[in-house]
């Protein structure tokens, strides 16, 4: 039997799991100097010019430098993404790829636009969001000193990271976040529902991930 933090790891779900463990073992490789952070920055000239493949995977790893921020956006992101998995997607776990992939390719879309070399932050708000927008009248204790309800927890996050950074520029990152994570919800809670009445490609993931993830035989 896993004990300890072992035991802690394995109760994670297998997308946030893995989604954790990558970042962690990014910023434990950029404190160690092994890699730095201008070798993991999104860039279409440096990605898909240039060659280097690996960025438009590593700029969704890399959460900064290990700091209060650090441990505040990885706390959130951990928590509602495995929340949202073992709810909303519990046994569906190649829908749930499906969706956070198709975020990060609006994001990448949007890198250049606002200029953002690093999409992880703006991610991690995606279930954040989308499992707020899916439990609306849930209270939530904000550090055991206001209840809010679930809608408003994405905002006064960004507040709080707002007030630990010092900078808005970090506050509007986590706000693109947002609207892409309300741009998925939109996508497959009302749009589904209200609009065409069914899936689409876009909340669906295709039968050949499923199978990969063993979602189906």
Sequence with gaps: MPVGIEAWVTQIPPVTRAWLGLAVLTSVAIQCQLVTPLQLYYSFRSAFVNGQLWRPFTTFFYFGPISLDFIFHMFF????????????????????????????????????????P??????????????????????????????????????????????????????????????????????????????IGGPTVLTDPPDALRRLFGDIP
């Excluded at 960004?158 to 939109?186: N, P, R």
Aim: positive net charge.
């Design 118 to 195: 690093f999409l992880s932050s703006p991610l991690a708000y995606v279930p954040i969001y989308f499992w707020s927008r899916r439990h609306p009248s849930t209270p939530i204790s904000l550090f055991g000193i206001v209840t809010i309800t679930a809608p408003y927890l994405p905002f006064a996050l960004i507040c709080f990271s707002w007030l630990l950074s010092g900078t808005w520029t970090a506050a509007v990152t986590d706000l693109i976040g947002c609207a892409v994570g309300h741009i998925a919800w939109f996508m497959r809670d009302v749009w589904t529902r209200e609009m």
């Design 77 to 116: 992101f951990m928590r509602y993404s495995r929340m949202l998995e073992e709810s909303s997607f519990a046994n569906r776990r190649a829908d749930y790829f499906w969706l956070l992939s198709l975020c990060a390719i609006i994001l990448l879309c949007l890198s250049p636009a606002f200029n953002l």
